[in-house]
């Protein structure tokens, strides 16, 4: 959970807790009040019904000296009346009263029934003009009883006046602070509602403003601010959406040379301020309806909206490239970079923005590969036919379930006559196309990234199979062949002694092959690579040596140890006097600096006759033994063994297999 949205919770649960505090402070203060209220009431009503009562009794002494003084029966009536009217107003403060109420009321209800009694005498002694019998029942009975009735009333109605005194007090002082504090509560309510509703408003913005930089960021490049992927397919299906007859939509896919130099070379830091660079340089070029966008690492996608056709795109990608070979000030270097560009136009090349991307990244990697700066989509060139993108797929299965089987091709020293290698070759034994020559996937998993899967497979097998062939005293070294992208894996040397470790063997029974081309890739990572495994006590050869870009000067500083000459010039060397000459000069150059040559491609005893003359030291093809599964070539070393060691030929020659070219 953001803060801005812990905050506006906060807020709401701000907001309940106001007006549930608001709402409380209403109803106490009405619920205190109407309680003081009722309070005020019923203590006023107990003193009045005191106050009847006094009323009563004084009504009924008033009565009795009227009656002593005019006996009548119309006085005797209002009597009786007044006392039921003062037994009444009794029993409704029994009633509403207290404990101590009821003990006052019971004692004066009992004082006034003998009081009742005596003057029910005295009027009888009136009656008969008994003036002696009405003095003493008026002077021992009715005046002190009176008395004693008078003083217990008096009691208790001044106690209870008081008492309805200070509920009216406490009703007055509730119904002040409620008429003060109400307002003031409220305002303060309202007070704080405004400013809880103002942070609501302000979070809401806020959140409104971090939605907003969400979907932005979710297509937009952190690094350099440029759309991204996400972007690109959108405004892509836009433009091709929106295009008419008279209009195509370009693409343009671009790929940066050199860029990993310099991130090897200067580090990240300096490769990122290379990357922010681009996007501007590149949109001064650009129309405003143009998108650019970067797709990872240094490739970039440009959608070209409403152009006529592929030659306003060939135009727009050439400004592009011109664009960028001028110099990047970073940190005050000067960093140069070039781009490979890959083009496709909507109705010629494709038109759904899938088929369009996917042919502009077959066109840039045939503009990379080939070194032509820029190159637009050409079906001849793309080599991901329906039927390779189901091998692509099934290779993935295949490395999980070990389809993959290795063979393995000896190598003769012409010195001794004797093995001293062997080369590992992989084939796939696919369950449904049957056995698939390595060059109809290898290429496949270089492409793609499975290569490094591959190469942790091939390497593992190898080792694995040593034993079933190889004599654990005296192993003969396995050579395997690893591509571009191993070179520039900074983790390889120790993937492979992790490798060795794991099981125990020495790192003098691996030989590691790279091509020149290989090496040219990035000299400087190659040549640090090679000399981390050959630190480790690994044999290094250049494989297919002539054919690719070295020049001496780099060989010199290589960590070699072994040069194949490849079978171009080896296979018809006795009868083509060039290729004779070529490898002759080769030979000679290994050995003048100590390297061990290896020729690859033999296949007859000719050709193994002309490259001992030549001074060769190792040779390898179809006129020794044919590529075999590890069981197989235990049991050609036995046969060879028994035989003295001399080159043993396995069947007819047929198609060669080619070398796997694979990176850990």
Request: charged residues 20%; proline residues 4%; aromatic residues 6%.
């Amino acid at each position: 959970m953001t803060s801005a949205q812990r905050l506006s919770r906060a807020a709401i649960v701000g907001l309940v807790v106001v007006f549930i505090a608001v709402s409380g402070f209403a109803l106490w203060s009405t619920q205190t009040t109407s309680s003081a209220a009722r309070r005020a009431v019923a203590a006023s009503e107990l003193a009045d019904h005191y106050q009847q009562a006094m009323k009563a009794m004084i009504r009924e002494e008033s009565l009795e000296q009227t009656y002593l003084k005019q006996p009548s029966q119309l006085v005797r009536d209002e009597y009786d009346t007044a006392t039921a009217a003062l037994v009444s107003e009794l029993q409704l403060v029994n009633r509403d009263s207290g404990d101590s109420g009821r003990a006052g009321t019971a004692r004066v209800l009992a004082l006034h029934e003998l009081q009742v009694q005596s003057v029910h005498r005295i009027f009888a002694a009136a009656d008969r003009h008994d003036t002696a019998a009405v003095n003493l029942i008026l002077s021992q009975e009715l005046e002190p009883r009176f008395t004693d009735i008078a003083e217990v009333l008096t009691q208790y109605a001044e106690a209870q006046h008081d008492k309805s005194v200070a509920a009216l007090t406490e009703l007055r002082s509730k119904v002040s602070f409620s008429a003060t504090v109400r307002p003031l509560v409220f305002l303060v309510g309202f007070v704080l509602v405004l400013l809880l509703c103002w942070v609501l408003r302000q979070v809401r913005r806020q959140l409104y403003r971090q939605r907003e930089q969400a979907v932005r960021d979710s297509l937009h490049d952190p690094l350099t601010g440029l759309g991204n992927r996400a972007l690109l397919a959108e405004r892509f299906d836009e433009a091709l959406h929106r295009g008419s007859d008279d209009s195509r939509t370009g693409l343009l896919l671009l790929d940066l040379d050199r860029f990993k130099e310099i991130n090897d070379t200067l580090g990240h830091h300096y490769g990122d301020q290379l990357l922010t660079q681009i996007g501007p340089r590149l949109q001064r070029i650009l129309r405003a309806e143009d998108t650019i966008a970067r797709l990872g690492g240094d490739e970039f996608a440009v959608v070209l909206p409403d152009i006529t056709g592929l030659d306003a795109a060939m135009l727009v990608a050439e400004k592009l490239r011109y664009a960028l070979t001028a110099p990047f000030i970073v940190d005050g270097l000067n960093l140069q970079v070039e781009a490979s560009i890959g083009v496709v136009v909507s109705g010629e090349h494709g038109d759904d923005a899938s088929t369009l991307l996917q042919h502009a990244d077959i066109a840039m990697y045939v503009a990379k590969k080939q070194n032509i700066g820029i190159f637009p989509y050409d079906p001849d060139a793309d080599g991901h036919t329906p039927h390779k993108l189901t091998l692509l797929s099934d290779l993935r299965r295949a490395l999980e379930r070990r389809e993959l089987v290795l063979h393995y091709q000896p190598k003769i020293s012409l010195r001794s006559g004797e093995v001293c290698g062997v080369e590992a070759l992989v084939r796939w034994q696919h369950p449904q196309h049957g056995l698939i020559a390595p060059d109809q996937f290898i290429p496949l998993a270089e492409h793609t990234g499975l290569i490094g899967p591959l190469t942790d497979y091939v390497l593992d097998a190898a080792l694995t199979e040593l034993h079933l062939w190889s004599d654990p005293s005296d192993h003969i070294p396995v050579a395997v062949n690893l591509s571009t992208r191993n070179l520039l894996d900074g983790r390889l040397a120790d993937k492979i002694r992790a490798l060795l470790r794991h099981h125990a063997l020495a790192a003098t029974v691996l030989e590691l092959e790279v091509t020149e081309s290989a090496l040219m890739t990035d000299p400087l990572r190659a040549r640090q690579t090679l000399t981390q495994l050959y630190d480790l006590g690994i044999r290094i050869a250049i494989d297919d040596f002539g054919v690719g870009y070295s020049n001496l000067s780099q060989l010199k500083t290589l960590p070699v140890t072994h040069l194949k000459i490849d079978r171009s010039f080896v296979t018809n060397m006795d009868t083509d006097p060039s290729n004779a000459h070529i490898v002759k000069s080769v030979i000679d150059l290994s050995r003048n600096l100590g390297i061990t040559t290896i020729a690859e491609g033999v296949e007859t005893q000719a050709t193994m006759t002309a490259l001992r003359v030549a001074g060769c030291d190792v040779v390898q093809g179809y006129y020794v033994s044919r590529p075999l599964p590890a069981a197989e070539l235990a049991s050609w070393l036995r046969t060879r063994q028994g035989r003295g060691g001399g080159p043993e030929r396995r069947g007819t020659p047929g198609p060669a297999l080619l070398p796997i070219s694979v990176p850990i």
